[in-house]
């Protein structure tokens, strides 16, 4: 058995745990991360695309934005479409701000690579980790590898894990509360070798079911279709995606998708899901540990760039003033933000989705909902002003 010591644990290396491991790290305090799979498989697990500007801002800020500010894809707004007709949502004019197109793998990519060469603690494949005594003044988290088990102890542990983690379940119980929603849909996402036919992204509304049309880079193209939530991706041959797509994505002014190689296909279920609070004595959730929202908001990685910002100013605060207030309140501050996410990615998604057996009344309001937000500008700015992320509150 191994023994290292550490101020913080991070378990996972997703946008969370890195990003947070790194901003620790610029304040000076030590961090170890462990992740369960490789590093190839962090840095090619394709996600989110979308940064929120609060998001750049925060990566900028950290000195880890500048293959961001060369590569990625700044978008001045998004289009909305309701029957064949794309309504432009333009989020600069309305808000001042804008979005990022820069896909979650680079985030991940970039921050490791600066990790690495700041002589970061990072174990991949690390083992199988669980943790103990977090009522404890020294937390301890234990990896288990070939029969080996090295033990870390830390002044806290930072559960960056994901939703499929094991530090939600390392609260004891009764302390959680749980709040879901499922969605009697899913999205077929396709990564594409073509050169984006269209500048910004386009939310497509369609009787036989929400599409999106988005992007990677000059060069690759990302689609989705609304699908049931266990749709067998080996029904969907590549001709059948792009019927469909067409079906969805078509417009009247002659605008449609440019097929490409699909690079590959995968099906994404959907669910709001939160749980309170976000601290138990030493641990902290941050990011999809404590909280998931469905992806029409784009706003999964943000969120979690939210929380680890909140996590590591707090505990900045305390290694480096003693004062201990922020990291008393970081869950109650996380969760502000968090359930307006929330709202928006739920609103987002009753809007656009095609929703199977339900009232005629509810198909109807659904309509005027859409064609009132299009033709409110009040209603426009509401949806920008989130889109592109609400402010931090300050701590
Ligand atoms: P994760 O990225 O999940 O990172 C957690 C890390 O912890 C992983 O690397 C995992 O391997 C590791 N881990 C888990 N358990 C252990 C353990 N026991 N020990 C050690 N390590 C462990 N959001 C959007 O906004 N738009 C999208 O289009 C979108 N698409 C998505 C598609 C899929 C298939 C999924 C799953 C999510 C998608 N999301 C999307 C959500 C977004 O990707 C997440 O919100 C984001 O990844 C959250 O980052 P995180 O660091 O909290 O968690
Ligand atoms: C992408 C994903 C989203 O959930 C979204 O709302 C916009 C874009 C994407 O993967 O590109």
Same mark, same amino acid.
């Given at each position: 058995m191994a023994r290292f010591e550490t101020q913080v644990g991070v378990v996972g290396a997703g946008p969370a745990g890195l990003m947070l491991s790194h901003l620790l790290h610029?304040?000076?305090?030590?961090?170890? &991360? =462990?992740?369960?799979?490789? *590093?190839? @498989?962090?840095?090619?697990?394709?996600?989110?695309? %979308?940064?929120?500007?609060? !998001?750049?801002?925060?990566?900028?800020?950290?000195?880890?934005?500048?293959?961001?500010?060369?590569?990625?894809?700044?978008?001045?707004?998004?289009?909305?479409?309701?029957?064949?007709?794309?309504?432009?949502?333009?989020?600069v004019e309305l808000t001042g701000k804008y979005v990022t197109v820069y896909g979650q793998q680079e985030v991940v990519k970039d921050l490791i690579a600066r990790r690495l060469a700041d002589r970061g603690d990072l174990r991949f494949e690390c083992g199988e980790v669980s943790i103990e005594g977090i009522d404890s003044e020294k937390p301890r988290i234990?990896?288990?590898?070939?029969?080996?088990?090295?033990?870390?102890?830390?002044?806290?542990?930072?559960?960056?894990?994901?939703?499929?983690?094991?530090?939600?379940?390392?609260?004891?119980?009764? &302390? =959680?509360?749980?709040?879901? *929603?499922? @969605?009697?849909?899913?999205?077929?996402?396709?990564? %594409?070798?073509?050169?984006? !036919?269209?500048?910004e992204l386009v939310y497509m509304h369609h009787p036989r079911g929400f599409a999106l049309y988005s992007m990677r880079s000059p060069k690759i193209t990302r689609l989705?279709?609304?699908?049931?939530?266990?749709?067998?991706?080996?029904?969907?041959?590549?001709?059948?995606?792009?019927?469909?797509?067409?079906?969805?994505?078509?417009?009247?002014?002659?605008?449609?998708?440019?097929?490409?190689?699909?690079?590959?296909?995968?099906?994404?279920?959907?669910?709001?899901?939160?749980?309170?609070?976000?601290?138990?004595?030493?641990?902290?959730?941050?990011?999809?540990?404590?909280?998931?929202?469905?992806p029409t908001g784009a706003k999964g990685m943000n969120l979690a760039m939210a929380d680890v910002h909140y996590l590591s100013n707090a505990l900045g605060a305390l290694y480096v003033t003693g004062d201990e207030r922020n990291l008393k309140s970081y869950s109650e501050t996380c969760l502000r933000r968090i359930w307006k996410a929330q709202r928006f990615s739920w609103w987002m998604t009753s809007l656009l989705h095609r929703f199977e057996n339900e009232p005629a009344f509810d198909r109807k309001r659904q309509l005027a909902e859409l064609e009132y937000v299009l033709s409110s500008r009040a209603a426009l700015t509401s949806l920008a002003e989130n889109y592109v992320g609400l402010p931090l509150d300050r701590q």
């Open positions: 610029l304040r000076g305090i030590h961090s170890i &991360v =462990l992740e369960a799979k490789s *590093r190839a @498989y962090c840095e090619e697990r394709v996600r989110a695309g %979308v940064l929120e500007h609060t !998001s750049v801002q925060m990566l900028n800020d950290a000195g880890v934005g500048e293959r961001l500010e060369r590569e990625g894809l700044r978008h001045d707004g998004i289009e909305l479409g309701l029957n064949g007709v794309r309504h432009r949502v333009p989020f234990l990896v288990n590898r070939d029969g080996q088990t090295d033990e870390i102890h830390c002044d806290y542990i930072a559960g960056c894990d994901g939703f499929h983690g094991i530090c939600r379940g390392a609260f004891p119980e009764g &302390v =959680l509360s749980l709040y879901e *929603r499922s @969605y009697p849909f899913g999205w077929l996402g396709i990564l %594409v070798e073509a050169a984006p !036919s269209q500048k989705y279709l609304q699908c049931k939530p266990d749709e067998d991706i080996r029904e969907w041959s590549d001709d059948r995606i792009w019927t469909e797509l067409h079906t969805r994505l078509n417009c009247e002014d002659g605008w449609r998708p440019v097929e490409g190689r699909i690079l590959q296909k995968g099906v994404t279920g959907m669910r709001s899901f939160v749980v309170e609070p976000l601290q138990y004595g030493r641990l902290f959730l941050a990011g999809d540990s404590a909280h998931i929202v469905p």
